[in-house]
């Protein structure tokens, strides 16, 4: 099984609409990530969280909305959606153990198109 | 943030060694990683070096960097087809960002028969 996990894994929906994308991981990480993706862009920060009362915003933030549910999961939402949104979302972890060599372990992504 | 730079694209001969170059910006990332990733796919870690490193090999990948100048190659030896996907160089920010990681638009590396 995959260690870290987001559902759904591709997604329609149509401007104005409110949406969920979820993150869930199994490795124990007290620290996660939601990125964007555009091509010919690489992947851009949203939000990241260092633990569940730690959420800090990330350099493209408006628009956007994080949940810190429990350590294993980490929820971005899209208010109301807008057609620029439409952007492939990943979700990653990382430990706060490791002195520093820890790297980002990443899901497999969420496909969004907004119409 | 400031942009990490890569090449958008590379085309290399089967059984040639591939060279992807990035230049990054903040001097003192600790750590700087290589991920790839292949049509439809999540992201998969290559390799990373620790700053006070010159050169890491692990199998055909072998990363070289060089601080002074912020400049940070990947070299994969005897490229096959399936090699063929985006790479991605990356540097680690600082706590300010929460340890985020600074991603360059990527290298597409295609690889012909």
Same mark, same amino acid.
């Given at each position: 099984?995959?260690?870290?996990?987001?559902?759904?894994?591709? +997604?329609?929906?149509?401007?104005?609409? +409110?949406?969920?994308?979820?993150?869930?991981?199994?490795?124990?990480?007290?620290?996660?990530?939601?990125?964007?993706?555009?091509?010919?862009?690489?992947?851009?920060?949203?939000?990241?969280?260092?633990?569940?009362?730690?959420?800090?915003?990330?350099?493209?933030?408006?628009?956007?909305?994080?949940?810190?549910?429990?350590?294993?999961?980490?929820?971005?939402?899209?208010?109301?959606?807008?057609?620029?949104?439409?952007?492939?979302?990943?979700?990653?972890? +990382?430990?706060?153990?490791?002195?520093?060599?820890?790297?980002?372990?990443?899901?497999?992504?969420?496909?969004?198109?907004?119409? | 943030?400031?942009?990490?730079?890569?090449?958008?694209?590379?085309?290399?001969?089967?059984?040639?060694?591939?060279?992807?170059?990035?230049? *990054?910006?903040?001097?003192?990332?600790?750590?700087?990683?290589?991920?790839?990733?292949?049509?439809?796919?999540?992201?998969?870690?290559?390799?990373?070096?620790?700053?006070?490193?010159?050169?890491?090999?692990?199998?055909?990948?072998?990363?070289?960097?060089?601080?002074?100048?912020?400049?940070?190659?990947? /070299?994969?030896?005897?490229?096959?087809?399936?090699?063929?996907?985006? *790479?991605?160089?990356?540097?680690? /920010?600082?706590?300010?960002?929460?340890?985020?990681?600074?991603?360059?638009?990527?290298?597409?590396?295609?690889?012909?028969?």
């Amino acid at each position: 099984d995959a260690d870290v996990t987001q559902t759904p894994r591709n +997604r329609i929906t149509k401007t104005g609409k +409110r949406i969920m994308l979820e993150c869930s991981q199994t490795k124990g990480h007290d620290r996660m990530y939601w990125y964007r993706q555009d091509p010919g862009l690489g992947l851009r920060l949203i939000y990241y969280s260092f633990d569940v009362k730690d959420i800090n915003k990330g350099e493209i933030s408006d628009g956007y909305s994080v949940s810190r549910q429990a350590q294993a999961k980490f929820s971005l939402s899209l208010e109301s959606a807008i057609p620029n949104q439409t952007a492939l979302y990943f979700c990653a972890t +990382r430990s706060s153990q490791g002195g520093g060599k820890e790297t980002q372990y990443f899901g497999p992504g969420t496909r969004l198109l907004v119409l | 943030g400031e942009d990490v730079e890569q090449s958008l694209f590379l085309s290399v001969r089967e059984g040639d060694s591939s060279v992807i170059n990035c230049t *990054y910006t903040d001097s003192s990332s600790t750590y700087l990683y290589w991920y790839k990733q292949e049509p439809g796919a999540g992201l998969q870690l290559l390799t990373y070096i620790f700053s006070n490193m010159d050169m890491k090999q692990d199998q055909r990948l072998t990363v070289l960097l060089n601080k002074k100048d912020k400049h940070l190659s990947l /070299r994969i030896a005897d490229t096959q087809t399936g090699d063929s996907a985006i *790479y991605f160089c990356a540097e680690k /920010r600082g706590r300010g960002s929460g340890y985020a990681l600074n991603f360059g638009k990527g290298t597409s590396l295609l690889v012909t028969p």
